[in-house]
């Protein structure tokens, strides 16, 4: 397999991963602000933090209002990482790699983008925003769905199912340390914590699959250590990353990229939930985060150098 292809499956993933996370990020957050409790501060401008882009958000706008802050990560050509911009960079590394991909799913990518771009605006305002963005989430997980069903289970698919579950492991980094952020200044930590962690389980599509499996109500500790460290739920960074260690170790050379994937693992089994504050949290997370950019770096290194 060439590298070049295995490089446009393996980015053709992690981009549509990436379009599906953020139309539920903006989706469950629009809906946050209307259950937390009446003169609760969170802005909008918190999402560009979740999504690493804050630094782009705050050259480009001066108000970090609503419809800025959608804006940008809906349809702001300015911004890499935003709906359209990961819709089309999805859609052009799957156009540069027809000939190991299944007929119907780069079909399923142009009507993504056709369905996208013809009514991105709907989303803007709040109205329609839900529709939109619920029909994105959709479309994204039929994509994913057929990928599995249809595409050979060979090389170029250890690349899609690397590139997704990295994809995935990030973002639910981000969702725990956003809700670490929330815990450090809030003048109600009890009434907002169960907002927020609420929120953030729904970020993940997680809220259901957390009350059956823990069988509690919505705790800070128990949804940090559910998150991360669940062996069973898709979107946790433990069954991500023995994802990615699985598909890995399918692949000629391993043996370097294997290495990172086995740190990170044994950190987040290390991890105390129950034992952690806002701050030492945020930095736990953060040295995950490192460490996932680390696979990164290195799987480029080994197969796409």
């Known amino acids: 397999m060439l590298s070049r ?3 446009r499956i393996y980015w053709m993933a992690r981009y549509i991963e990436r379009t599906e996370n953020t139309a539920r990020l ?8 209307l259950d937390l409790p009446r003169g ?5 401008e918190i999402l560009p933090v979740i999504t690493g882009s804050y630094a782009v958000f705050s050259e480009q706008y001066q108000r970090h209002d609503e419809r800025n802050t959608v804006k940008f990560l809906l349809a702001d050509s300015t911004n890499p990482g935003s709906l ?3 819709i089309a960079a999805a859609r052009e590394n799957g156009r540069t790699s027809r000939e190991v991909l ?9 009507e993504l983008q056709l369905y996208a771009n013809a009514r991105i605006n709907d989303a803007l305002p709040r109205r329609g925003r839900f529709e939109f963005l619920t029909e994105i989430i959709q479309r994204c997980q039929q994509l994913t769905g057929l990928l ?3 595409m050979s289970h060979d090389h170029a698919y250890d690349f899609v199912r690397i590139g997704r579950n990295l994809e995935r492991a990030d973002m639910t980094t981000r969702v725990v340390d956003i809700g670490a952020m929330s815990m450090q200044n809030p003048d109600d930590v009890g009434g907002l914590d169960v907002h927020v962690w609420t929120s953030m389980l729904r970020t993940l599509n997680a809220y259901q699959m957390y009350r059956k499996d823990i069988q509690l109500g919505v705790q800070c500790a128990d949804v940090v250590s559910y998150l991360l460290q669940n062996d069973y739920l898709p979107r946790s960074v433990a069954h991500c990353l023995d994802q990615i260690e699985e598909c890995i170790g399918d692949l000629p050379r391993h043996q370097n990229t294997l290495k990172p994937v086995r740190e990170a693992r044994h950190r987040v089994s290390r991890i105390k939930p129950e034992k952690l504050d806002a701050v030492s949290l945020h930095m736990e997370v953060d040295r995950l985060q490192v460490g996932i ?3 990164h770096n290195q799987i480029g290194k080994t197969w796409f150098a």
């Open 148 to 150: 599995a069903g249809t």
């Open 5 to 7: 292809v295995a490089r």
């Open 293 to 295: 950019s680390a696979i």
């Open 84 to 86: 359209l911009n990961s």
């Open 26 to 33: 903006v989706n469950t957050y629009h809906f946050l602000l």
């Open 40 to 44: 609760t501060r969170i802005g909008w």
């Open 102 to 110: 299944p007929g119907q799913a780069w079909e399923q990518i142009n």
